[in-house]
């Protein structure tokens, strides 16, 4: 099946400073990759889409500012988050779509990144 | 109304069990449901896909669709205590390539 890395799989960081995740299709391209925010006991919270060569596409009540995406190639896709906050504090997950055009369009999810700020 | 919703359980079966979990969805042009099962503080795992009406068997796992009623269920045969998870029903709902989560049912396996 398809596999979906992250990195890094944890970070602890302090509040006001920048963290980056990673997020990697290993054995297929991808032009589309989703990130998701998890809170203890919520469900998954679709943050952005992130689209290979254009800007991300932002759910409504993200900031686009303060949460930067860039898909620089085909299986890479990275989420910065800027002047972190306590309350940024959560799990942070990837997904990738394989390239294809019948359904079911299943996602791959990442193992996510456990993001504390302090 | 939620977009998809699901009993938050949790949901206690023996082992040995079938473990029904049920979920529906609003958008009547949905195309492709998903289930998703999650361990706690890991990212979901896809366990079955189905996009056509009936019943989609694989292994110990049973999806079953109705698009006329909107209701998606999966059954867990022969349930085990590695069972024990949230699962969650995801939908591909019309115009978006995301696909929308509903909230999860806790499953518990009991020895």
């Known amino acids: 099946g398809a596999v979906v890395s992250q990195h890094p799989s944890w970070v602890i960081c302090k509040s006001g400073t920048s963290v980056k995740i990673e997020c990697r299709s290993l054995?297929?391209?991808?032009?589309?990759m989703f990130w998701y925010r998890q809170f203890p006991k919520q469900s998954l919270m679709l943050m952005a889409t992130?689209?290979?060569?254009?800007?991300?596409?932002?759910e409504q009540g993200v900031e686009k500012d303060k949460f930067l995406i860039n898909h620089a190639s085909l299986t890479l896709s990275t989420l910065t988050v800027t002047s972190a906050h306590p309350e940024d504090s959560s799990f942070y997950i990837c997904s990738a779509t394989p390239p294809q055009v019948l359904l079911p369009y299943e996602q791959y999810f990442g193992p996510g990144t456990r993001l504390t700020v302090t | 109304q939620k977009e998809v919703e699901q009993n938050s359980g949790p949901l206690s079966v023996p082992e040995g069990a079938i473990a029904s979990l049920n979920c529906t969805y609003s958008d009547r042009g949905s195309q492709s449901f998903f289930w998703y099962r999650q361990y706690s503080g890991k990212s979901p795992e896809l366990i079955m896909f189905?996009?056509?009406?009936g019943d989609k068997e694989d292994g110990r796992f049973t999806a079953q669709l109705n698009k006329a009623s909107q209701y998606v269920s999966l059954l867990i045969r022969d349930s085990q205590p590695s069972d024990s998870a949230t699962y969650l029903c995801a939908v591909k709902a019309t115009g978006r390539r995301a696909l929308t989560f509903g909230s999860g049912t806790r499953l518990q396996v009991q020895p």
């Open positions: 189905i996009y056509s009406n």
């Open positions: 992130s689209n290979e060569g254009s800007k991300a596409t932002y």
């Open positions: 054995d297929f391209q991808a032009t589309t």
